[in-house]
């Protein structure tokens, strides 16, 4: 069975530090792996993706995934914060059988501080 | 953004009653998703749909019923709501494909309390 791990539910960094969330998978077979970031009071708008294409995925906002098999890990990085990036941010995978259902981490909350 | 509306979008309801939510989409794709979000869950999947008429149970379906009679909206039902389905609610849709299938656009949600 598929699950997510989002080591740590809250991160807090300074404004200009480097981003790291962290996300581990299980997975019987070559995953589909994304993370997608909430803000307050709003849905979920999708930050990247991979899909067995390049292992390091770039995505919206300046935010990059590396994708390791050898650590079934999927972590998210930006390499400079900003006040902005303060949001819940959610790993999720799928292995797209019949049922296409994302499995969701819980989260983790992201605070910027100046 | 993708087409997504969801409605209502706040809801204050008593236990016991019957509610249904409505997620409407401008995207013309197959499949459409129901998850609710709880603090310390994540997201879970209540229902999906891969078609017109074509529905499957998620994670979490006890107490909910679905129904897509045309491709742009997908219902959710409460038959008796109770207290432990305060939530948000999010609708999701996602194109034919095997890539395209697997990634899933979120509507704004729709947050409701039962009381």
């Known amino acids: 069975a598929q699950s997510v791990t989002q080591l740590g539910s809250h991160v807090s960094v300074s404004e200009g530090a480097l981003v790291l969330l962290r996300c581990n998978y299980s997975?019987?077979?070559?995953?589909?792996l994304f993370w997608y970031v909430q803000y307050p009071n709003q849905g979920l708008q999708l930050l990247l993706k991979y899909t067995s294409a390049a292992t390091l995925v770039k995505g919206i906002n300046g935010f990059e995934a590396e994708f390791k098999k050898s650590e079934t890990s999927f972590h998210l990085t930006k390499p400079s914060a900003h006040m902005s990036d303060a949001a819940e941010y959610f790993c999720a995978v799928s292995e797209d059988q019949a049922g296409t259902a994302l499995i969701f981490g819980k989260g983790t909350t992201l605070s910027v501080s100046s | 953004d993708a087409g997504i509306t969801q409605s209502p979008r706040h809801k204050v309801t008593e236990t016991g009653t019957p509610v249904t939510l409505r997620c409407h989409q401008t995207?013309?794709?197959?499949?459409m998703y129901w998850y609710r979000q709880d603090p310390g869950h994540g997201l879970r999947l209540i229902h999906y749909s891969y078609g017109v008429k074509d529905t499957d149970k998620g994670e979490v379906s006890d107490g909910y019923s679905v129904s897509r009679s045309k491709t742009e909206d997908f219902l959710l039902t409460l038959e008796s709501a109770t207290s432990s389905q305060t939530s948000v609610y999010f609708c999701?849709?996602?194109?034919?494909?095997?890539?395209?299938?697997?990634?899933?656009?979120f509507g704004p949600g729709t947050r409701l309390l039962v009381l």
């Open positions: 995207e013309n794709h197959r499949y």
């Open positions: 999701a849709i996602s194109e034919s494909g095997t890539a395209n299938r697997v990634t899933q656009y």
């Open positions: 997975s019987s077979v070559p995953p589909y």
